[in-house]
């Protein structure tokens, strides 16, 4: 696909349809919007626009389409798959001036937003409403970003991911046309699901501009508790049960010693290293949830556990969060001479001690600093590595482990990603996971998109 290198006329034309202030080419720009939080080489785009409403976006779509120029969607640029990268260079469109909420439906659990807001400012506000966005991968990522990427986190065994609280969206489409898609209804059996198509689609359809969430009510009572094992296998034979009990974990997280090593290092938790599972409960009173513990800690038991310790206050399971979200940051002041790769697949619960025990295996027949934790109950995986920056011998290795680690995910019926998405990073994999189906997303992007100008070199081979 070839695209039209942008001059100075187009910069101007630009800047007509915003204002001049909104439009950039300065160098220190062009970089902070040449690359995510992954390891793929950074591009930078020709300009970078800050729009403030639809109509800006719908315009410089058009514009962007009839000079067949491409256009990138950006949120916080947190991705971990390189999935924001301008990689045809072109206009990247930076949401954060549209960072607004529009309206708070308390009595309908439903607030309207625009996609450059960031999730935790939203909860931040929402706070006194009793109501919550649930989804959190963690980075300070927007709406928009994780309604494209469609993000999950620490709480999406019990909550679900983003794609389950997207009610409605307007987009604007390729040919500047802006729709409106979904409802404000619970459930709808009208037509195609559009609006989930749009879900997951790394700006490559459209780009959202307007969002209406759904939301739930905050939990009132919170147990939590930390659960020490001597293997890998046994916390993974604890998880299974913990799922098949049906006691509903509001998240199951499996963290293998060396992250535990990290924690106590930096937040100085005196926490046993050795494989920890962190598992947390919400419910209405504070006796069923001690109830439910008691169910785990036998569960947990019966897989051979070291320790059980229960009966977190707010402040220690907060401290214990604060260290889970962090640990990507932990990593790298670890290896101050390294950069870092973030593996992500997901497989059947069966599977899923099998996939843990090989990814820390392979981490350590490398020889490769590695750091196993997982969203257990939803069997997805993480694998943080650490290769020396102008060692390329460490980056075939850690080629090397990923591919391995997503070709077993494969053979297990799992995915090449369970929640950052495919962007550059594991577009080669869409073939073996999706076979013939690929074909129709294929036709399903040429439909929307017969220019290709929308986040192109993403998703496909
Ligand atoms: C430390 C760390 C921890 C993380 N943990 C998790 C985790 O637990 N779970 C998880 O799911 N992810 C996680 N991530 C990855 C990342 O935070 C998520 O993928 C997040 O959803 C990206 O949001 P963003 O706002 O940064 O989007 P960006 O990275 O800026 O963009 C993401 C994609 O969205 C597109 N886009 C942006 N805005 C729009 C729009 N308005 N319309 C259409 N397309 C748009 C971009 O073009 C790109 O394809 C983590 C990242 C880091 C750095």
Redesign the pocket.
């Known amino acids: 696909m070839n695209f039209t290198p942008m001059t100075p006329s187009h910069i101007e034309d630009l800047a007509r349809i915003v204002s001049s202030d909104r439009v950039s080419t300065g160098s220190s720009v062009l970089d902070l919007h040449a690359k ?2 992954s390891q793929h080489n950074p591009v930078r785009p020709e300009v970078v626009i800050w729009p403030e409403s639809r109509d800006e976006v719908a315009a410089i779509v058009t514009y962007a389409e009839n000079q067949r120029i491409a256009i ?10 390189g ?2 990268i301008p990689v045809q260079r072109g206009i990247v ?1 930076d ?1 954060s001036h ?1 960072n607004k909420i529009l309206a708070i439906k308390t009595e309908d659990f439903q607030v309207d937003v625009e ?2 807001l ?1 999730y935790q400012d939203l909860n931040e506000q929402l706070r006194y409403s009793g109501l919550f966005f649930p ?20 709480r999406t065994v019990h909550y679900g ?2 794609r389950d609280y997207v009610l409605k969206l307007t ?1 604007v489409l390729a040919n500047g046309e802006i729709i409106e898609i979904g409802s404000r209804s619970a459930k709808s059996s009208s037509g195609y699901d559009l609006l989930h198509l ?1 879900v997951g ?4 359809l ?4 307007e969002a209406t969430l759904r939301l739930v009510g905050l939990p009132e009572e919170y147990a939590a508790a930390i659960v020490t094992f001597p293997t890998i296998q046994a916390a993974s034979e604890a998880v299974v049960e913990i799922m098949r009990s049906g006691l509903n974990p509001a998240s199951l997280e499996l963290l293998d010693a060396a992250c535990i090593r990290l924690f106590n290092q930096e937040k100085n938790l005196g926490l046993k290293e050795v494989p920890t599972l962190f598992t947390e409960f919400h419910g209405p009173y504070m006796t069923y949830l001690v109830e439910i513990l008691e169910m785990v800690e036998e569960i947990c038991r019966d897989a051979g556990h070291l320790g059980f310790k229960r009966g977190l206050g707010r402040e220690e399971r907060n401290r214990f969060f604060e260290a889970r ?5 932990m990593v790298i002041r670890a290896h101050p001479d390294c950069g870092t790769q ?1 593996i ?1 697949v997901a497989v059947p619960l069966t599977a899923y001690s099998d996939i843990i025990s090989s990814a820390s295996l392979a981490a350590e027949e490398a020889g490769i600093p590695g750091y196993a934790f997982s ?1 257990a109950g939803d069997g997805n995986l ?1 694998l943080n590595l650490a290769g020396r920056k102008n060692n390329p011998n460490d980056w075939k290795l850690i080629e090397e482990i990923s591919q391995e680690l997503v070709i077993k995910a494969l053979s297990y019926g799992g995915t090449a990603t ?4 495919v ?1 550059m990073g594991k577009k080669g994999y869409m073939a073996a996971e999706h076979g013939k189906s690929l074909h129709w997303m294929k036709q399903v992007k040429a439909l929307f998109d017969p220019k290709g100008i929308l ?1 192109p070199g ?1 998703i496909f081979p």
């Open positions: 995510d939080q990138v969607g950006w949120g916080s640029g947190s991705s971990l798959e999935n924001p469109l949401f549209m996609p450059g960031i989804p959190d991968p963690g980075a300070r990522a927007t709406v928009g970003g994780m309604i494209a990427n469609n993000a999950s986190g620490t991911s983003t987009v749009f689609s790394e700006g490559t459209g780009l959202v501009v979200h962090e640990l990507g940051e973030v992500d969203h993480h369970g929640e950052h998405g962007g986040n993403k």
